[in-house]
């Protein structure tokens, strides 16, 4: 299985323009925002203006470690007077256990969305267990895709989870369909049945793909052949680049997918870096350089060609280090544009030049509150277990499709508002932050909103809402009664469910 998994006996016709190797992610970083500052120039696009500190630092929490910051942090951050403090957390926030169980959720999400499904949510603690070990260990995306497509009950590598062979039924079919989907960026389902209509995929490539999975039983054996679905025409395993496989001397039941995952992850594989890249991407921004995430078809080009390409090179230079470029674009200077704005530019949105305001996941928004409350940051340890029954159930009701879906449902503003866990983290009685601030001898009326605007939203008050503050507490029934009710506002509202 070794040699199988290491060896690519074959090449692609795809290159990547020649572009000298980027040692670091702060080089990256510079590169990237060249080449969108020469981009908006020939578009006549002004960018927006970059975002303060409190904003940045609110934003990289959410992105990095799937939180708000603490109040300390907060105050830290803003003593902080290094010129490069930005980088700094940065850099110490993507190496922390934090980071790694978050980012875990999100690959979780991202290749194994049906893990949030009734069906299958069982199997989200294992997969992002694993996950999370891996980034840990620095191990290669490639390296941790090959595990995952290869692992199976009966001959898997110690620990290494068969998520994606439950999630799949174990079904040639379906494991074709995910395959391509999650570790490509290609949605080839409609094939399944008939050629695709916008694209140029065939309904033989779509089965030629789910060989790879059939075992070599009956009158396949000796060779990995499937039946097109509904008819006794049989095809064989072949790559979706029409590229044939170079199997090995000895064939065994699962050499199909082991052949299949190395040419997934090959270097030469035209869709396997771009997809990665696009899809980290997308998690800081919101949207993808291509979108639908699962079109990455020649009849679907980036709006920023040249750019996804850079991107795919430089992760495949760099051994496919997910760190590399999670802290290259996390530098980005495009990354720190504000979300503020006039009216809505599209041209602006499309090309970058201003941030997408994003809704927080379902995790996040649980987190966050618990941070705004006081309370320790939650899977800050990796021998801890990841999560709780009620952040998982809290998780499932207040999910987003996507990120760049900022706006929550009705019922989901109602149950936030008058939810039983609302009630318990603005209760000053319940609620660390809100006791200590209320009952804080040595701070002024003043400081105490200051404070609870620290926990909330990483920043102070403005003069507009200090006004309207002091107009509540006039006919609050009590400075107790006012923080209180100033807090569940806070908590309740668009900004804190956000990411901006």
Known sequence: MTTILRIIPWMLAVT?????????????????????????ALERITPAQLVDDDAFLRRIYLDLVGRIPTIAEVRDFRRDRSPDKRAQIIDRLSSTNGHYHFFASVLRRDWFPQTDTPQFTNLAREIEGWLALKLKEAAPMDDMVRQLMVASRSNSAPKTPTTFLTVSENKPEMLAANTTRAFLGLNLDCAQCHNHPFAHWKRTQFWETAAFFTSLNGESAGKF?????G????????FLTENSPVWPRKLDLYSGRQV????????????????A????????FGNGLVEPLDD???????????????????????????????????NTQVYQLTSKTVGTDRTKQQFFALATVRGLTGEQLYDSLHVAAGFPPERDDLSKPLGAT???????????????????SILQALSLMNGSITHKLTDRTTSPTLRAVVEAPFLDPPQKVEALYLAAYGRMPTAKEIQLIKAHFSHAGGEKAALSDLFWALLNSSEFSTNH
């Open 390 to 408: 009620n952040r998982q159930i809290f998780a499932a009701k207040f999910q987003v499709p996507r990120a760049n879906d900022a706006d929550r």
């Open 260 to 275: 299949l995952a190395a040419w997934v992850t090959a270097r030469e594989n035209p869709y396997f870096a771009k997809n």
């Open 16 to 40: 990547f323009p020649a572009v000298a190797w980027t040692a670091t992610p702060l080089e990256l970083a510079k590169k990237i925002d060249d080449h969108l500052k020469a981009r908006w």
């Open 231 to 238: 008819t006794k025409n049989l095809v064989s395993a072949r």
């Open 277 to 284: 890249v696009n899809r980290v991407w997308a998690h800081f």
């Open 225 to 229: 052949e499937i039946a097109l679905d």
């Open 296 to 330: 990455l078809s020649d009849e679907n080009p980036s709006v920023l060609p040249e750019l996804l390409d850079l991107l795919a090179q430089e992760f495949v230079r760099s051994k496919f280090n997910v760190n590399f470029l999670i802290q290259s674009i996390a």
